[in-house]
Structures are given as structure tokens and as C-alpha cells.
């Protein structure tokens, strides 16, 4: 459970913060928890989550966690070496390709990256 006590019993990332199902975690503290991405689109792809359950950014009310939220994403890709640049994405709802309802940032870099986005 996170430290403000929002996990759901079916959310798959809650499930990785509780434990209940194995992740690659390169990263923990109280509030965050960052593991490697199980389908990595490039070299380094890191997935950081609260440890709270909150479905999307548009359902985020705390500016404060969300900023932490990004830090947290810089701090990753700093450990994962990406002095060369770095994507983070935040795919939102179904039309942006969102599967896992549970907000996440992605890190991904290692590699050289394409623009515009599919
Ligand atoms: P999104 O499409 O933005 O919701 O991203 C969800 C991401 O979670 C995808 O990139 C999946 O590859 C990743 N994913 C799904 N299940 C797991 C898992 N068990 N461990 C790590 N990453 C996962
Ligand atoms: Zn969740």
C-alpha cells in the first residue's frame, strides 16, 4: 500500500509496487518506483510510477507528486547514462495508446529517437 493509502487490488503496476508480481526495479523510495519496461522500445526503457494508484496525469490532483514524478524520471535516466538525451512519454487515456491505467512515466534512450511519434 502507499504511503496515502489509494492502491486497487487489479491495477497491474500496484501489483509491482506491493510486490505481488516480480519487476526489474532499478529504483524505490516511499513515493516512486521505477522499473525496466517488460517490451523495452530502446536500449535503456524505464517505466516510473507513484506508488500511489492514480489513473492518468488528468486525475492527478498533487502538483507537488507530479513534479517529483518528473525529478524522479531525471534521476533515472542520469543512472542509466543518458548524457546524450532521453524521451520521456506520458501516454494518456485510449487514444494515446494508454494499457495500464495507473499513471507512468516513461525514460527511454540509448538510442537515436524519431520524430513525430507514431
Ligand atoms: P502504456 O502503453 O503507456 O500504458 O505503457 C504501459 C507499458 O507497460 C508498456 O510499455 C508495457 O510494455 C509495460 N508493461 C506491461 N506489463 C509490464 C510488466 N509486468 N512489467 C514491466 N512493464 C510492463
Ligand atoms: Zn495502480
Redesign the pocket.
Known sequence: MSPSGTSDPNC??C??TRKD????IVSEDDEFVA???????APS?V?VIPKEHIRNISEAGDAEQLGKLFQKACQVARSEKLDGGFRV???TGDD??????HV?V?VMGGRRMNWPPG
Open positions: 497491474l503496476f501489483k509491482i508480481i516480480p519487476a526489474n522499473f525496466r519496461d517488460i517490451n523495452a522500445q526503457h517505466l512519454v506520458v501516454n494515446a495508446g494508454q494499457t495500464v491505467h507512468h516513461h
